[in-house]
């Protein structure tokens, strides 16, 4: 028997806290009763600074549900900071530990599949979408773009795999010594390595309160997950400027040639072009090349990527 825990990033889900902890302990109890997993088994909320009141719901429910324990982050730090926040508490107890969202979006259903999997010997179980019919047309078409981007990047992805996964205690300890701060746990996964299987299965509606991931938090995971996973980004500006640097050679000969021919005719509207197409494309490089010394910047600094205020077993 294995000791499971579920892991689950809360940023002000008091509305679906109490529907969330109803059916994970019913679902976590029956696994339970099956012998599938341990009696020592436990879902572990992790309150990502919420300001409404997921903490003293989860207190709450750890008083009176053994199955319940809380992990309380000293600022509100992102989901993907939260998770591993999770992850690394679960490690020191559990064999495996799966992710899911607390709004329950992934379906509850299969997590004896995951366990299951991980008793046949594997270390990682990524949780796949069969597919994306309640996502809207925008965040399908977004999502495939990204997933074929970061493919041209040579990113490893786990198509249609979000953060809905099991990881053995061993994948845990080795997620451990990834220490970068700019986190796209779903790429890091991969490159662990291991062996690892898949578990289809349906994606829900959330069943109440709202996303705690707007558009703009969705283009700054992605473009983190690109920044931080490839440099390809930085030889494409190479190779920019490799090609802006014939085409102003050609350009010089063209000007030499109708200088020579008589033909020069005082060219202010190409200066001007010039300078406008060059500049434009000189700030986009700098651009770039700012993003990844920011990364760099924050890497040094070093700092912890979660302060745990409180812990509750
Ligand atoms: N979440 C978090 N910190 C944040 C934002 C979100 O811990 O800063 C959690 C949130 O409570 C939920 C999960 O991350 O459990 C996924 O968020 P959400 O369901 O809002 O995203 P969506 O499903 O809309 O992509
Ligand atoms: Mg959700």
Not at 134 to 141: A, G, I, L, W
Not at 207 to 224: H, N, R, T, V, W
């Amino acid at each position: 028997m294995s000791i499971v825990y579920f892991v689950i990033p809360c940023y002000n889900e008091e509305q679906v806290l109490p529907e969330t902890v109803k059916r994970l302990t019913v679902k976590l109890g029956s696994m339970i009763e099956s012998g599938i997993a341990s009696p020592e088994s436990r879902m572990l909320f992790v309150d990502d600074g919420s300001r409404d009141k997921t903490w003293e719901l989860i207190e709450g429910y750890h008083r009176e549900n053994p199955l319940v324990g809380g992990v309380k982050l000293a600022h509100n730090r992102g989901h993907q900071n939260a998770l591993l926040a999770g992850l690394m508490t679960a490690r020191k107890y559990a064999d495996c530990a799966i992710s899911l969202d607390a709004d329950l979006q992934d379906d509850i259903e299969v997590l004896d599949q995951f366990v299951r999997q991980f008793q046949d010997g594997c270390d990682v179980v990524y949780g796949v979408r069969s597919k994306r019919e309640t996502d809207t047309f925008f965040k399908r078409s977004t999502a495939l773009a990204f997933y074929r981007v970061m493919k041209m990047l040579g990113v490893d992805l786990v198509y249609n795999h979000a953060d809905y996964r099991l990881m053995s205690r061993r994948a845990l300890d080795a997620l451990a010594d990834y220490r970068e701060t700019n986190l796209f746990l779903r790429g890091i996964v991969p490159l662990i390595g291991f062996r690892s299987g898949t578990v289809t299965y349906e994606r829900h509606e959330r069943f109440a309160g709202e996303s705690k991931y707007p558009l703009k938090k969705m283009i700054s995971f992605a473009l983190d997950g690109i920044t931080s996973f490839s440099v390809k980004p930085l030889k494409i500006i190479a190779n920019l400027g490799v090609l802006v640097s014939v085409l102003s050679i050609l350009g010089l000969l063209y000007a030499l040639i109708s200088y020579f021919t008589g033909n020069a005719v005082a060219g202010w509207t190409a200066i001007v072009c010039s300078i406008w197409l060059l500049g434009g494309i000189q700030l986009l490089c700098i651009g770039v090349l700012g993003g990844y010394i920011g990364k760099i910047y924050n890497e040094v600094k070093d700092r912890p990527r979660y302060l745990i205020e409180e812990e509750l077993r």
